[in-house]
């Protein structure tokens, strides 16, 4: 018995519990992050909180950072999708009462009393997407939302997890009754080779990515596709949709796309269009700029150059392409405001982890630190910049010498 109520479908149960009993008495003000696997999170929490007819409010963001958690309603029900993970000492000090969070992110910190939390990590560290673990619960809280399975697909494939399917992304899979077909791992699959080459980021083609001159490349992978607006479309194109509305500022039209409102999907493809032009003038951008460079790791600074709502993308391409050897670690920079977002990317899944290492600079130069082993990323003060950039590059060529 001991065993399924510490399994993570155990803590899926007893957490559903709690929150239809507190919920039905509070209003919940639900917080979503604001990529693919946020986005679709919060669709299927919504349409969930609509059928059991609860109040709330959505908030979607880029990330979570102490001033927003010290405002946060202490009347409220507060629900975290794809969030809060790192952010247990804030919502400790915030003295917030009644708090869940749904998410599969590193946890470095010891988890407070006022906080329910599903998260992967605690239970095996298993391959799941927030917006899987938000199905689950969802699922758990009533069965006919089943139907939302696909946008947890969605949320999987935008979060890079369809080539680690465990039990329960097989559960959801089944659940979404999604086609599933071998076909080029380049996307959209339903565009000419040509044009689907010139702009694929991923992988990342060096001297095709950008090319009207594209050449024919020859990989291929499974391929799922779901029913939007009643057609068929590939996951991983509708998921670049979502991401790419959400990281050019426009989020309403994101969840929009995924809660199939007509006038979204022509505005969308748009935006995906900008988006991925953007993409290939940042990557052309990076190509030409200066490094910093040591045997495993590279740091590129774009400062000005590009979005800090787009640099994680393009460290996330670099690893991706053959670039750079494995286990090399990118670490990408950008500005916003008085502050410097920064995203660390491992090439392949080995190695170090990168949370933790930036983890120990932030906790020199101060800042939020949040993400996986592999993928971690963080937001410092503009003028912390040279101190952080001199710390870490110690820091990886220390652990370089340690391994």
Partial sequence: MEEVENSLEGKIKSVAGKFLKISSKKEIELISHFDTDGISSATIMIQALKKLDRKF???????????FIMNLPKNKLILFLDLASASFEHIKRAELKDVFIIDHHEV?????????????ELHQKQKISASGLTYLFCKEIDETNKRFAKFAV??????????ELDKLNHEILDDAEIQRKRGLLIYPSTRPI???????????????TGNPKAAHKDIIGDIFLIKLFNKL???????????????????DIALQLCMEIPKAKKESELIHARYKQLIISGLKFISESEKISGKGFVIINAR????????GTMASILSASALYE?????TTMAYYENKIKISARSVGKNGRNLREILDQVVKIVGGEVGGHKFAAGCNILKDKEEEFTTLLRKNLEVELVKI
Avoid: W
């Fill in 57 to 67: 409010s959505l908030t979607i963001l880029k990330s979570l950072n102490k001033e």
């Fill in 108 to 120: 470095t910190q010891e988890i407070p009393e006022n906080i329910e939390i599903i998260n992967s």
């Fill in 233 to 251: 479309e590939d996951a991983r194109e509708v998921s670049a949709k979502i991401n790419a509305c959400s990281r050019l500022g426009r989020s």
């Fill in 194 to 208: 040509n044009k689907v080459l010139e702009f694929c980021s991923a992988p990342y083609i060096p001297e095709i």
């Fill in 154 to 163: 969605l949320g999987m494939i935008g979060d890079l997890l369809e080539k």
């Fill in 304 to 311: 000005d150059q590009i979005r800090d709502t787009m640099i």
């Fill in 326 to 330: 494995e286990g090399t670690i990118i």
